[in-house]
Protein backbone atom coordinates (compact mmCIF):
# COMPACT_ATOMS: atom_id res chain seq x y z
CA UNK A 1 0.00 0.00 0.00
CA UNK A 2 1.14 3.02 -1.30
CA UNK A 3 1.97 5.11 2.24
CA UNK A 4 0.63 8.54 2.59
CA UNK A 5 2.51 11.65 3.49
CA UNK A 6 2.02 12.27 7.27
CA UNK A 7 3.48 16.16 7.49
CA UNK A 8 0.91 18.37 6.33
CA UNK A 9 0.95 19.56 2.48
CA UNK A 10 0.66 23.20 1.54
CA UNK A 11 -1.64 23.60 -1.74
CA UNK A 12 -3.42 25.71 -3.82
CA UNK A 13 -7.30 25.27 -4.87
CA UNK A 14 -8.17 27.12 -8.01
CA UNK A 15 -11.57 27.41 -7.08
CA UNK A 16 -14.15 26.39 -10.54
CA UNK A 17 -15.37 28.83 -12.76
CA UNK A 18 -18.89 29.68 -11.63
CA UNK A 19 -21.89 28.26 -14.52
CA UNK A 20 -22.62 31.48 -15.35
CA UNK A 21 -19.16 32.24 -16.55
CA UNK A 22 -18.87 28.90 -18.64
CA UNK A 23 -22.17 30.41 -20.21
CA UNK A 24 -21.05 33.05 -20.95
CA UNK A 25 -17.69 31.28 -22.77
CA UNK A 26 -19.88 29.05 -24.62
CA UNK A 27 -21.88 31.85 -25.64
CA UNK A 28 -19.40 33.63 -27.45
CA UNK A 29 -17.94 29.69 -28.91
CA UNK A 30 -21.34 30.04 -30.44
CA UNK A 31 -21.01 33.46 -31.77
CA UNK A 32 -17.93 32.04 -33.44
CA UNK A 33 -19.37 29.47 -34.88
CA UNK A 34 -17.42 26.65 -32.73
CA UNK A 35 -18.00 23.45 -30.84
CA UNK A 36 -18.76 24.46 -27.20
CA UNK A 37 -16.99 23.28 -24.11
CA UNK A 38 -18.54 20.55 -21.77
CA UNK A 39 -20.66 22.12 -18.97
CA UNK A 40 -19.01 20.11 -16.26
CA UNK A 41 -15.75 19.49 -15.50
CA UNK A 42 -14.24 16.34 -17.44
CA UNK A 43 -11.06 14.03 -17.45
CA UNK A 44 -10.13 16.66 -20.38
CA UNK A 45 -11.48 19.82 -19.59
CA UNK A 46 -11.43 21.71 -16.32
CA UNK A 47 -13.05 24.97 -15.45
CA UNK A 48 -10.22 26.90 -13.83
CA UNK A 49 -8.40 29.75 -14.55
CA UNK A 50 -5.01 28.15 -13.80
CA UNK A 51 -4.20 24.55 -13.82
CA UNK A 52 -0.57 22.47 -13.75
CA UNK A 53 -1.65 21.67 -17.32
CA UNK A 54 -1.23 26.57 -17.98
CA UNK A 55 -3.26 28.98 -17.89
CA UNK A 56 -6.97 28.70 -19.77
CA UNK A 57 -6.20 30.30 -22.91
CA UNK A 58 -3.42 27.87 -23.38
CA UNK A 59 -5.21 24.93 -22.08
CA UNK A 60 -8.12 26.16 -24.12
CA UNK A 61 -6.30 26.11 -27.42
CA UNK A 62 -4.92 22.18 -26.72
CA UNK A 63 -8.15 21.13 -26.01
CA UNK A 64 -9.64 22.48 -29.34
CA UNK A 65 -6.40 21.50 -31.26
CA UNK A 66 -6.83 17.74 -29.69
CA UNK A 67 -10.74 17.48 -29.38
CA UNK A 68 -12.31 19.08 -32.98
CA UNK A 69 -8.31 19.33 -34.98
CA UNK A 70 -9.63 23.55 -34.74
CA UNK A 71 -6.94 25.83 -34.48
CA UNK A 72 -8.20 28.94 -32.47
CA UNK A 73 -7.61 32.35 -33.67
CA UNK A 74 -5.71 34.19 -31.00
CA UNK A 75 -8.46 37.16 -30.92
CA UNK A 76 -10.86 34.79 -29.39
CA UNK A 77 -8.16 33.09 -27.06
CA UNK A 78 -7.43 36.50 -25.81
CA UNK A 79 -10.98 37.84 -25.44
CA UNK A 80 -12.53 34.27 -24.15
CA UNK A 81 -8.89 34.46 -21.69
CA UNK A 82 -9.87 38.36 -20.11
CA UNK A 83 -13.64 36.88 -19.47
CA UNK A 84 -12.46 33.89 -17.50
CA UNK A 85 -9.68 35.97 -15.86
CA UNK A 86 -12.26 38.29 -15.15
CA UNK A 87 -14.60 35.71 -13.58
CA UNK A 88 -12.33 33.80 -11.41
CA UNK A 89 -11.93 34.13 -8.08
CA UNK A 90 -8.37 34.05 -6.14
CA UNK A 91 -6.73 30.74 -5.49
CA UNK A 92 -7.37 29.43 -2.25
CA UNK A 93 -4.22 28.23 0.10
CA UNK A 94 -5.09 24.84 1.84
CA UNK A 95 -3.18 22.50 4.05
CA UNK A 96 -3.97 19.23 3.27
CA UNK A 97 -3.43 16.24 6.16
CA UNK A 98 -3.81 12.60 5.85
CA UNK A 99 -5.07 10.51 9.33
CA UNK A 100 -6.47 7.78 10.57
CA UNK A 101 -7.03 9.15 14.02
CA UNK A 102 -11.24 10.15 13.28
CA UNK A 103 -10.70 12.03 16.42
CA UNK A 104 -12.27 15.64 15.48
CA UNK A 105 -15.98 17.28 16.06
CA UNK A 106 -18.56 16.60 13.64
CA UNK A 107 -19.29 19.82 12.16
CA UNK A 108 -15.34 20.87 11.78
CA UNK A 109 -15.56 20.15 8.11
CA UNK A 110 -18.76 20.95 7.16
CA UNK A 111 -19.88 17.27 7.88
CA UNK A 112 -22.14 18.01 10.92
CA UNK A 113 -25.12 15.30 10.20
CA UNK A 114 -22.78 12.67 8.84
CA UNK A 115 -23.96 9.69 9.89
CA UNK A 116 -20.96 8.14 10.52
CA UNK A 117 -20.86 10.34 13.96
CA UNK A 118 -24.76 9.18 14.75
CA UNK A 119 -26.16 6.20 13.48
CA UNK A 120 -23.56 4.85 11.69
CA UNK A 121 -20.58 5.56 14.41
CA UNK A 122 -19.17 2.11 13.92
CA UNK A 123 -18.31 2.59 9.99
CA UNK A 124 -15.22 4.67 11.56
CA UNK A 125 -14.14 2.09 13.24
CA UNK A 126 -14.39 -0.84 10.41
CA UNK A 127 -12.41 2.04 8.24
CA UNK A 128 -9.86 2.82 10.38
CA UNK A 129 -9.60 -1.33 10.94
CA UNK A 130 -9.61 -1.74 7.01
CA UNK A 131 -6.21 0.78 7.24
CA UNK A 132 -8.46 4.18 6.03
CA UNK A 133 -7.90 7.34 6.17
CA UNK A 134 -9.31 10.35 5.92
CA UNK A 135 -8.06 13.41 3.59
CA UNK A 136 -8.64 17.09 6.28
CA UNK A 137 -8.43 19.82 4.37
CA UNK A 138 -7.39 23.16 6.03
CA UNK A 139 -7.52 26.76 5.10
CA UNK A 140 -3.59 27.66 5.47
CA UNK A 141 -4.59 31.58 6.50
CA UNK A 142 -6.77 30.78 9.32
CA UNK A 143 -6.27 26.69 10.44
CA UNK A 144 -10.38 26.68 10.21
CA UNK A 145 -11.57 22.92 8.81
CA UNK A 146 -11.81 23.28 4.71
CA UNK A 147 -13.06 20.11 3.53
CA UNK A 148 -12.50 16.19 3.97
CA UNK A 149 -13.18 13.01 2.59
CA UNK A 150 -12.71 9.11 3.36
CA UNK A 151 -9.85 7.27 1.81
CA UNK A 152 -9.78 3.51 1.83
CA UNK A 153 -7.10 1.04 0.09
CA UNK A 154 -8.92 -1.28 -2.25
CA UNK A 155 -6.18 -3.47 -4.14
CA UNK A 156 -7.52 -6.80 -2.53
CA UNK A 157 -10.94 -6.12 -4.32
CA UNK A 158 -9.89 -5.26 -7.51
CA UNK A 159 -9.11 -7.42 -9.84
CA UNK A 160 -6.26 -5.85 -11.77
CA UNK A 161 -3.29 -7.83 -13.44
CA UNK A 162 -0.63 -8.42 -10.84
CA UNK A 163 1.93 -6.45 -12.88
CA UNK A 164 -0.19 -3.37 -11.66
CA UNK A 165 0.20 -1.58 -8.47
CA UNK A 166 0.19 -3.62 -5.44
CA UNK A 167 -1.61 -0.65 -4.26
CA UNK A 168 -4.81 1.60 -4.87
CA UNK A 169 -7.41 3.93 -2.81
CA UNK A 170 -11.17 5.29 -3.29
CA UNK A 171 -12.09 8.31 -1.63
CA UNK A 172 -15.94 8.59 -1.26
CA UNK A 173 -18.00 10.85 0.55
CA UNK A 174 -16.81 14.34 0.50
CA UNK A 175 -17.86 17.27 3.15
CA UNK A 176 -17.45 20.71 3.34
CA UNK A 177 -16.15 23.23 0.52
CA UNK A 178 -15.28 20.88 -1.83
CA UNK A 179 -17.23 18.33 -3.75
CA UNK A 180 -15.84 14.80 -4.01
CA UNK A 181 -14.41 15.52 -7.84
CA UNK A 182 -12.65 18.20 -6.65
CA UNK A 183 -11.10 16.37 -3.51
CA UNK A 184 -10.60 13.96 -6.06
CA UNK A 185 -8.80 15.86 -8.47
CA UNK A 186 -6.74 18.06 -5.34
CA UNK A 187 -5.05 14.51 -3.94
CA UNK A 188 -4.66 13.27 -7.18
CA UNK A 189 -2.81 16.61 -8.34
CA UNK A 190 -0.95 16.42 -5.29
CA UNK A 191 -0.16 12.75 -5.23
CA UNK A 192 0.70 12.40 -8.94
CA UNK A 193 -2.21 9.81 -9.10
CA UNK A 194 -5.40 9.75 -11.65
CA UNK A 195 -8.39 9.76 -10.09
CA UNK A 196 -10.91 7.66 -12.29
CA UNK A 197 -15.06 8.13 -11.72
CA UNK A 198 -16.13 4.70 -10.45
CA UNK A 199 -19.66 3.90 -8.91
CA UNK A 200 -18.98 2.17 -5.84
CA UNK A 201 -20.49 0.06 -2.91
CA UNK A 202 -19.79 -1.87 -0.13
CA UNK A 203 -20.84 -5.79 0.41
CA UNK A 204 -22.43 -5.31 -2.83
CA UNK A 205 -24.51 -1.89 -1.37
CA UNK A 206 -24.25 1.81 -0.70
CA UNK A 207 -26.83 2.44 1.80
CA UNK A 208 -25.29 -0.39 4.46
CA UNK A 209 -23.34 0.50 7.53
CA UNK A 210 -20.52 2.36 5.07
CA UNK A 211 -23.48 4.54 3.89
CA UNK A 212 -21.58 5.86 0.39
CA UNK A 213 -22.60 9.05 -0.57
CA UNK A 214 -24.49 9.42 -4.15
CA UNK A 215 -23.51 5.59 -4.62
CA UNK A 216 -19.80 6.89 -6.20
CA UNK A 217 -16.35 7.28 -5.08
CA UNK A 218 -13.07 7.87 -7.33
CA UNK A 219 -10.66 5.42 -7.72
CA UNK A 220 -6.94 7.19 -6.87
CA UNK A 221 -4.27 5.08 -9.18
CA UNK A 222 -0.65 5.23 -10.64
CA UNK A 223 -0.85 7.22 -13.91
CA UNK A 224 0.68 4.76 -15.95
CA UNK A 225 -2.06 1.92 -15.46
CA UNK A 226 -3.73 1.68 -19.03
CA UNK A 227 -6.87 3.48 -18.59
CA UNK A 228 -9.29 0.20 -20.20
CA UNK A 229 -8.06 -1.88 -17.14
CA UNK A 230 -9.28 0.90 -14.69
CA UNK A 231 -12.34 -0.83 -13.37
CA UNK A 232 -16.15 1.01 -13.49
CA UNK A 233 -16.77 -0.57 -10.53
CA UNK A 234 -15.38 -0.99 -6.61
CA UNK A 235 -16.15 -2.63 -3.44
CA UNK A 236 -14.77 -1.45 -0.75
CA UNK A 237 -14.82 -5.28 0.63
CA UNK A 238 -14.69 -3.76 4.38
CA UNK A 239 -17.15 -6.92 6.17
CA UNK A 240 -19.71 -5.33 8.40
CA UNK A 241 -21.07 -8.89 10.00
CA UNK A 242 -18.39 -8.71 12.95
CA UNK A 243 -20.10 -5.30 14.30
CA UNK A 244 -22.39 -5.68 17.05
CA UNK A 245 -26.02 -4.53 16.87
CA UNK A 246 -28.47 -2.44 19.39
CA UNK A 247 -31.03 -5.17 19.77
CA UNK A 248 -33.84 -3.34 19.86
CA UNK A 249 -33.88 -1.37 16.67
CA UNK A 250 -30.55 -3.02 14.75
CA UNK A 251 -28.55 -0.28 14.29
CA UNK A 252 -24.61 -0.78 13.74
CA UNK A 253 -22.75 -0.08 17.16
CA UNK A 254 -19.42 1.41 17.57
CA UNK A 255 -16.87 0.02 20.27
CA UNK A 256 -17.58 3.93 22.08
CA UNK A 257 -21.28 3.19 22.01
CA UNK A 258 -20.72 -0.50 22.66
CA UNK A 259 -18.60 0.40 26.08
CA UNK A 260 -21.37 3.19 26.76
CA UNK A 261 -23.76 0.99 27.65
CA UNK A 262 -22.20 -2.14 29.27
CA UNK A 263 -23.96 -2.29 32.08
CA UNK A 264 -27.56 -3.05 30.03
CA UNK A 265 -28.49 -6.78 30.42
CA UNK A 266 -28.16 -6.56 26.05
CA UNK A 267 -26.27 -4.44 23.76
CA UNK A 268 -28.24 -0.75 22.61
CA UNK A 269 -27.81 2.51 20.74
CA UNK A 270 -28.06 5.54 22.28
CA UNK A 271 -31.45 6.55 21.38
CA UNK A 272 -32.83 3.32 22.14
CA UNK A 273 -31.02 3.12 25.65
CA UNK A 274 -32.86 6.52 26.52
CA UNK A 275 -36.08 4.99 25.48
CA UNK A 276 -35.99 2.12 27.26
CA UNK A 277 -33.86 2.69 30.13
CA UNK A 278 -33.26 5.17 32.97
CA UNK A 279 -31.50 5.88 35.94
CA UNK A 280 -33.43 5.48 39.56
CA UNK A 281 -32.76 8.90 40.72
CA UNK A 282 -32.43 7.16 44.34
CA UNK A 283 -29.56 4.27 43.96
CA UNK A 284 -28.35 5.55 39.87
CA UNK A 285 -28.31 1.60 39.02
CA UNK A 286 -29.71 1.44 35.40
CA UNK A 287 -33.49 0.20 34.98
CA UNK A 288 -35.60 -0.43 32.42
CA UNK A 289 -38.73 2.77 32.23
CA UNK A 290 -41.06 0.47 32.53
CA UNK A 291 -39.80 -1.34 35.85
CA UNK A 292 -39.58 2.61 37.33
CA UNK A 293 -42.71 2.99 40.13
CA UNK A 294 -44.06 6.34 41.43
CA UNK A 295 -43.32 7.09 44.46
CA UNK A 296 -43.33 10.75 46.45
CA UNK A 297 -40.53 12.16 48.18
CA UNK A 298 -42.41 15.41 48.87
CA UNK A 299 -45.93 16.69 48.64
CA UNK A 300 -46.67 17.23 45.16
CA UNK A 301 -43.46 16.12 43.36
CA UNK A 302 -43.31 12.77 42.05
CA UNK A 303 -40.20 10.50 41.51
CA UNK A 304 -39.87 7.38 40.13
CA UNK A 305 -37.55 5.05 41.21
CA UNK A 306 -37.00 1.14 40.89
CA UNK A 307 -39.02 -1.62 43.14
CA UNK A 308 -35.85 -2.16 45.94
CA UNK A 309 -35.60 1.57 46.42
CA UNK A 310 -39.33 1.52 46.57
CA UNK A 311 -39.72 -0.60 49.15
CA UNK A 312 -36.58 0.36 50.96
CA UNK A 313 -36.93 4.21 50.98
CA UNK A 314 -40.47 4.61 50.92
CA UNK A 315 -44.07 3.58 52.51
CA UNK A 316 -47.27 2.92 51.81
CA UNK A 317 -50.22 5.48 52.96
CA UNK A 318 -52.96 2.93 55.12
CA UNK A 319 -55.61 4.32 53.04
CA UNK A 320 -54.68 5.37 49.14
CA UNK A 321 -51.89 3.18 49.33
CA UNK A 322 -49.70 6.11 47.57
CA UNK A 323 -45.83 5.36 48.52
CA UNK A 324 -44.84 8.26 50.53
CA UNK A 325 -41.40 9.20 52.45
CA UNK A 326 -42.46 8.04 55.68
CA UNK A 327 -41.68 11.51 57.10
CA UNK A 328 -44.65 12.51 55.27
CA UNK A 329 -47.08 9.80 56.92
CA UNK A 330 -49.03 10.84 60.19
CA UNK A 331 -48.24 8.18 63.38
CA UNK A 332 -51.16 6.10 62.11
CA UNK A 333 -49.90 5.57 58.20
CA UNK A 334 -52.00 8.34 56.46
CA UNK A 335 -50.89 10.51 54.07
CA UNK A 336 -51.56 14.42 54.53
CA UNK A 337 -54.63 13.91 51.74
CA UNK A 338 -55.83 10.94 53.21
CA UNK A 339 -55.99 12.66 56.85
CA UNK A 340 -57.77 16.09 55.54
CA UNK A 341 -60.68 13.42 54.12
CA UNK A 342 -60.49 11.30 56.69
CA UNK A 343 -61.13 14.17 59.45
CA UNK A 344 -64.54 14.87 60.41
CA UNK A 345 -65.75 18.30 59.76
CA UNK A 346 -66.62 21.04 61.91
CA UNK A 347 -70.35 19.88 63.61
CA UNK A 348 -72.94 20.86 61.77
CA UNK A 349 -75.70 23.05 63.53
CA UNK A 350 -79.05 21.26 63.98
CA UNK A 351 -81.67 23.02 62.00
ZN1 LIG B 1 -31.42 1.08 18.86
ZN1 LIG C 1 -33.19 2.62 43.12
ZN1 LIG D 1 -53.27 8.43 51.43
Excluded at 75 to 84: D, H, I, P, R
Excluded at 180 to 204: I, P, Y
Aim: include cysteine.
Amino acid sequence: MALLPTDPISITYEPPLPVSARDQVNQTLRQWGLPLLPRDDTDRWLWRWRTPEGKFPKRLRKYFWQQHGIKLDPTLLAQLGQQVRAASSLPIPLLLQFTDRFDWQPGDFGDKGSCFWTTRAAARDLIAASGGHAALFYRADTGQGYARAWLVPVVDTLDLDLRYPDWAWVVFNAYGALTLSQVAHLLAQTLELRASLVSLTNEGQSDGLIYINHDVGYLLLPPHIPVPLVPDCVDLGILTSAVPRCSSCGSYLSKDQVQATSDLPELYCPDCSARLFTACPDCGSIVGSRNLLPVRPLPGLIHNVCHQCRTRNYQPCTCCLVYYDPALLSPEGYCLYCRYLLEPGPAQADP
